[in-house]
């Protein structure tokens, strides 16, 4: 096992798996490990066959938020905000992926840990896994992690964990709609692999414009949010792999770009 942070591996497939690995300190989301994960993305976008990201984690924690030894080393508002915004940024560059990033959760995702959960596409997890925005337990209410946290889910849930600090099971977390997919432990990599071939059945362009087009009408009016829905599958729907397949569906036969 290497000594960096962060594995970066990319298979045949497209498929990037992007792996936590400092189990010791239970892969903070230290300076160093923000700068890593940022690199990683970057990478990812840059990769024109890119298909899916996974982050994974090495460990008993899937990642326990920001370095409060780290943070509480300089304590200065114009660090802080710095720091946050760096965090804030780089949940923000998974939203711009065109590709889907998906959560595999194999143990604890506390604070901005949990936050990176949420802010993913997709998760899965082990039936072992708690999940918690527990900040608010040292006087530090979690504002960023609410973000994602209250996009994921209801607001009376997503803020009873914000303001007790109480974290919930795997299972909890699924019921409410921070994952998708609860596993025993020892059947997370199937899972995860299952879900990431269920994408890549799927055509890139379609899946890109989808995933683009999710976001921004979850931002905006019902009006505005149908016209810009109109807007995509119209410009979907001209695409050639659309044409492809909407003529094989007709035709009764695969579509070429799953052959």
């Not at 938020?65 to 508002?77: N, T």
């Not at 990431?196 to 931002?219: D, H, S, T």
């Amino acid at each position: 096992m290497t000594d960096a942070l962060l594995l970066h591996r990319r298979d045949a497939r497209g498929v990037h798996t992007l792996t936590l690995n400092h189990p010791k300190a239970f892969n903070v989301l230290s300076e160093a490990m923000l700068a890593a994960l940022k690199q990683a993305l970057a990478e990812v976008a840059a990769d024109p066959q890119a298909r899916v990201v996974v982050i994974a984690a090495e460990g008993r924690a899937f990642c326990a938020g920001h370095d409060l030894k780290e943070m509480k080393a300089r304590p200065e508002q114009a660090y802080y905000q710095d720091l946050f915004s760096r965090c804030s940024r780089l949940m923000l560059s998974i939203r711009a992926l065109e590709v889907p990033v998906i959560a595999r959760v194999q143990g604890l995702a506390t604070a901005a840990g949990c936050q990176l959960v949420a802010q993913c596409d997709l998760a899965v997890a082990a039936d072992t896994a708690t999940f918690g925005v527990n900040g608010i337990d040292v006087g530090l209410f979690c504002a960023t992690p609410s973000v994602a946290l209250s996009r994921n889910l209801l607001p009376k849930p997503a803020l009873e964990m914000l303001l007790t600090g109480d974290f919930i099971s795997a299972d909890e977390a699924r019921q409410r709609g921070l994952v998708n997919r609860v596993v025993p432990v020892d059947g997370l990599d199937a899972e995860a692999e299952r879900l990431v071939g269920r994408l890549l059945a799927k055509p890139r362009e379609a899946i890109a414009v989808g995933k683009q087009l999710f976001y921004r009408q979850l931002e905006t009016g019902i009006e505005s949010a149908y016209q810009l829905a109109g807007q995509t599958m119209a410009c979907n729907m001209a695409h050639p792999v659309a044409q492809e397949g909407v003529q094989a569906f007709i035709d009764k036969r695969a579509p070429s770009w799953r052959t």
